[in-house]
């Protein structure tokens, strides 16, 4: 059998053309193939030479992932941050071509928006001092020289201590005025720095030199820390743009002597050292991150001041005290607990004050929680697990009642009705179909929905009798379940009247339509009899 493969397989499957005057045989194939195995592992050990980084990921055959693992003929490719994103700028500006909006935006950490470019100033003289930015929110005034114009997105040189600095120009004019008078500096102080000039290109070459330098400080200042056993964290390092200065921003929980460290780093990276103790939420706002919002932290985009939050504001808003939900980036309680914080205290100025008990003549009512917003709070017998809505306003009488020793019946009485979420979805798809009758009708008046609230006052003759509220407490599901139907009704009628008026030829309108489109009549048909 295996010889007659053989012959089989030694038959060519074509019929083989007059002018070719040979056929590769199966040990040619064989060969060829042999030689072309060994010119791609050739390939692959010349690319490993080339690119020892590719060795460094490659994991064992085993362990292969044919979806997850890439190409070794392809050279891996290190992913390295852009050091200039912490600046404002995506890539290395070129001198004298203003950095622009959009990138400086994308990439900045407390930006302002500069909403008086477009308004005139009231004097002819510009203001003569611009704020500059460094480092992630690292921001500064400075003061221009007679004859120097510059606009937002400029780079350019400032003087430093010592030495210049490189940054970008991030707010001009009046709003910059009023940005010195928040942080409380006086314009015509003379401790204000100056600035220079626009930076050459020996000035940002220089500047981009000493930004991909900072990684490797920072990650040697670490290890510099860890050998002398100092309790601090170093969280970032800014080396100035004449590569004359660094400063070294660290955090720690109490204080620190590292005057042997600043002795130890200036020999090690030969420039000036200057260190500053920042908090743990300033440390945040300036490595910045993603908040369990989903949107960036607000102490790296916007938030500039630090209030001190509390528990008892949580507790004001009525929020459980889980410390893992309360707790942000840098481990302290979320700054956006104060933010609505004003409006929680405001709201609880009209509810009773929460935690009494209130007694009725049934037993003793235990207070569970509030909903401010609805104006509801809930209480439950002593003993029991079901929760009964109280409005606040009952919730008041009943203390008071019970200040004069009197105690009502049962706390049945006082309960509401919780719509649920199925009739919040109907409540609102009816406002919806009553805003668009309206909308659809000419002159949009509101006449619809003021008769369709008059028909829905006015009485029924066969639903007088019997029909109190005392009598239909039983019935509230029902009678509200005949309400809705019945105005659905009335909506869907109206709906067809306007559209059959507008489909109407203009003329004299019948008399049905005007009494019906009359309110004189609709609201008194016994003055219209007579």
């Known amino acids: 059998m295996e010889e007659n493969k053989d012959k089989e397989l030694e038959k060519p499957a074509v019929p083989i053309p007059d002018d070719v005057e040979e056929v590769a045989s199966k040990e040619d194939i064989e060969a060829f193939m042999r030689e072309r195995r060994k010119a791609r592992e050739d390939k692959k050990h010349t ?9 460094e990921y490659r994991s064992e055959e085993s362990a292969l992932d044919p979806y997850m693992e890439p190409d070794p003929e392809i050279p891996w490719v290190k992913y390295e941050e852009p050091v200039f994103l912490s600046r404002g700028c995506n890539r290395c500006p070129k001198p004298y071509i203003p950095v622009s909006s959009i990138e400086r935006q994308s990439c900045s950490k407390v930006t302002c928006t500069n909403w008086l470019s477009g308004i005139r ?29 510059v606009t937002e997105g400029d780079i350019v040189a400032v003087e430093g201590q010592p030495g210049h600095d490189v940054g970008i120009v991030c707010l001009t004019g009046e709003l910059c005025r009023l940005q010195m008078r928040k942080h409380r500096i006086n314009p015509e102080s003379e401790s204000i720095r100056k600035l220079f000039r626009r930076a050459k290109d020996t000035d940002i070459e220089r500047w981009a030199s000493s930004l991909l330098e900072e990684r490797k400080t920072l990650i040697r200042t670490r290890q510099i820390v860890t050998d002398m056993g100092l309790d601090m964290k170093v ?61 960036e932290l607000c102490c790296s985009t916007w938030l500039t001041t630090f209030k001190s939050v509390t528990t008892s504001a949580a507790k004001t808003q009525q929020i459980m005290p889980n410390p ?54 809930w209480y439950a017998y002593e003993g029991e697990n079901e929760l009964i809505a109280l409005p606040a306003e009952k919730v008041k009488e009943i203390m008071e009642m019970n200040r004069n020793q009197q105690y009502p019946e049962k706390m049945e009485d006082y309960q509401v009705e919780l719509m649920s979420t199925s009739g919040l979805a109907q409540e609102s798809t009816d406002e919806e179909v009553e805003r668009e009758i309206l909308r659809l009708a000419e002159g949009g ?21 019997g029909r109190g509220p005392r009598e239909q407490q039983g019935d509230r599901g029902e009678r509200r379940d005949r309400d809705n139907r019945a105005r659905e009704e009335r909506h869907n009628t109206n709906k067809i009247r306007q559209q059959s008026q507008q489909n109407k030829p203009e003329g004299k309108p019948r008399r049905e339509d005007r009494d019906h489109n009359s309110p004189r009549r609709s609201g008194n048909n016994n003055r219209d009899r007579r």
């Open 47 to 55: 690319v490993e030479r080339e690119n020892p980084e590719v060795e």
């Open 121 to 149: 100033q009231p004097t002819e003289r510009p203001f003569d001092c611009v704020e500059v930015r460094f480092k992630n929110n690292h921001k500064d005034f400075y003061r221009l020289p007679d004859g120097l114009e």
């Open 235 to 295: 969280n970032d390092v800014e080396i100035q743009g004449d590569h004359s200065k660094a400063i070294f921003y660290y955090t720690a929980d109490e204080r620190v002597d590292f005057r042997e460290l600043i002795k130890v780093l200036a020999e090690e990276f030969h420039v000036r050292i200057e260190m500053k103790q920042i908090g743990v939420r300033q440390e945040a706002g300036k490595v910045g991150g993603l908040g369990t919002c989903g949107r």
């Open 324 to 377: 893992q939900k309360l707790a942000g980036q840098c481990g302290k309680l979320k700054c956006c607990l104060n933010f609505e914080y004003e409006v929680y205290a405001d709201a609880l100025k009209k509810f009773p004050p929460a935690g009494h008990a209130i007694r009725f003549q049934k037993g003793l009512a235990l207070y569970k929680k509030t909903d401010v917003f609805r104006g509801i709070m």
């Open 445 to 465: 008046n509101g006449v619809v929905g003021e008769n369709a609230d008059r028909q829905e006052r006015r009485p029924q003759g066969g639903d007088r009798k």
